[in-house]
Each structure stands twice: as structure tokens, then as C-alpha cells.
């Protein structure tokens, strides 16, 4: 089992729409957790930074962290065409050390 | 605003030739790393490297070799290269802590 997981879609909404984007991971020890997004053939850039479980929001983007499932959530809402990108997870267990990363989602939203 | 500035963008390499990728960074950032991003696998840690003078391999060290040069520089050498190391590469940095890394634009390498 990879310690990240991260269903690669694609997922296509209309604009205006309410996204869900998940992670699921192995590693309880995780404790940092990352939303980065990258459009096409660009470096990712980050998103979102949440330290253990809760909720953080960001105008239209919620980062949800569940550490009891041990699952992770970006929330977008009233997506617009500008929101289609990859979005990526990306955790890691101890301050400093390297992030592990999810596949990435790419997210298609249609005016 | 440079940021992480990556070059060369393009590169197209024969089997068995060597090269470098170079990334440079003007944060004054601590941390700097090499991934590499293929479809379906997502980003990889090749190498890594804590503060100046140090370095430890990632998850496909490989065929591959880095250098932090300094603090700001950080280099990836493909000895021999393969078609295997297809891919597109991406540095990155971070400063003491745990932030988020700025990634670098990327430099799309094919071996032919």
C-alpha cells in the first residue's frame, strides 16, 4: 500500500460547482498536510497548509483533515474554468523532512 | 521575484550521454530537492538536500548524482542517461521549518 493514495480522476464539473478533492494515507505519524496545484507544464504551487486535524479555510477553499480516518479533503467552492488544474496532497510526518506526495487529481471545470 | 529558476527548460539527450540540470534559488531558503514527476506515478524525491553541505538520497536515487554547490545551487548530474529517465524534473526549495516548498518551472528531459 502507497503511503499516500489519490484518485487520479479526471473530474469534470460545470462552473459554479462544489469540489471535493480526497487523500487517503497509511502513516499516522503524518501530521503535516499540503494542498499544491499545478496547471499544465508549470511547477506545482502551493494551495493550502494545515497542521494536524481541522479545518482551514482560504476564500473559496477549505482544507479538511481527518486524522482519526486518516483522510484529507480540499473543498472548492463556486468553481470557475480557472480552478482546472492537477491538485496535489502532500504530508509529512515531521517538521523539516521531505513531503510525500499524492498522484494528483486533475480537475476539469467547463464555463 | 525569481524564485527557483531551473535550466535548461528542454533537453533532448542520446542513451549513454550525460548531463546536469541546474537550479538556483534567491530565498535564501535552507532545503532544496529533486523530483521527478512522470504520468501516473506523480512526484518522486530523487535527492534531497538538508542545508549546505549535505545531501541523502530520495526515493529513485538511481542513475543519478547532486551537488549543493552552495546554498543557493543544487545539481543534478545523470551520468549515463537512460530512456528510463524520461521524465520531467522539478527542484525545489523550503526554508528552515516546515513550510511548503516553491518548486522551480521544470525541465522536461527525453532520452531517445
Known amino acids: 500500500q502507497k503511503e499516500v493514495e489519490q484518485d487520479p480522476g479526471p473530474l469534470s464539473v460545470p462552473e459554479g460547482a462544489i469540489v471535493s478533492l480526497n487523500c487517503t494515507y497509511s502513516n499516522s505519524a503524518f501530521q503535516y498536510f499540503m494542498w499544491y496545484r499545478q496547471y499544465s507544464r508549470k511547477g506545482p504551487e502551493l494551495l493550502m497548509y494545515?497542521?494536524?486535524?481541522g479545518n482551514k479555510e482560504d476564500g473559496r477553499f477549505t482544507a479538511q483533515v481527518d486524522k482519526s480516518s486518516k483522510y484529507i479533503s480540499l473543498f472548492i467552492r463556486d468553481s470557475q474554468p480557472s480552478d482546472s488544474a492537477t491538485y496535489l496532497c502532500a504530508m509529512n510526518h515531521q517538521a523539516g523532512t521531505a513531503l510525500i506526495f499524492g498522484k494528483g487529481t486533475t480537475l476539469s471545470v467547463s464555463s | 521575484n525569481a524564485g527557483v529558476t531551473q535550466t535548461p527548460k528542454f533537453q533532448v539527450l542520446k542513451t549513454g550521454q550525460s548531463m546536469t540540470l541546474q537550479c538556483a534559488q534567491d530565498?535564501?531558503?535552507?532545503?532544496m530537492y529533486w523530483y521527478r514527476q512522470d504520468p501516473g506515478m506523480g512526484l518522486r524525491l530523487i535527492y534531497y538536500s538538508a542545508s549546505e553541505g549535505t545531501t541523502d538520497k530520495g526515493e529513485v536515487p538511481n542513475g543519478y548524482n547532486v551537488s549543493r554547490l552552495n546554498k543557493r545551487e543544487f545539481s543534478l548530474r545523470l551520468e549515463s542517461a537512460a530512456p528510463s529517465q524520461t521524465s520531467v524534473y522539478f527542484c525545489?526549495?523550503?526554508?528552515?521549518?516546515?513550510?511548503?516548498?516553491?518548486f522551480g518551472s521544470g525541465t522536461r528531459l527525453t532520452v531517445v
Open positions: 530565498m535564501n531558503h535552507n532545503s
Open positions: 525545489a526549495s523550503r526554508p528552515t521549518g516546515n513550510y511548503g516548498y516553491t
Open positions: 494545515t497542521y494536524s486535524s
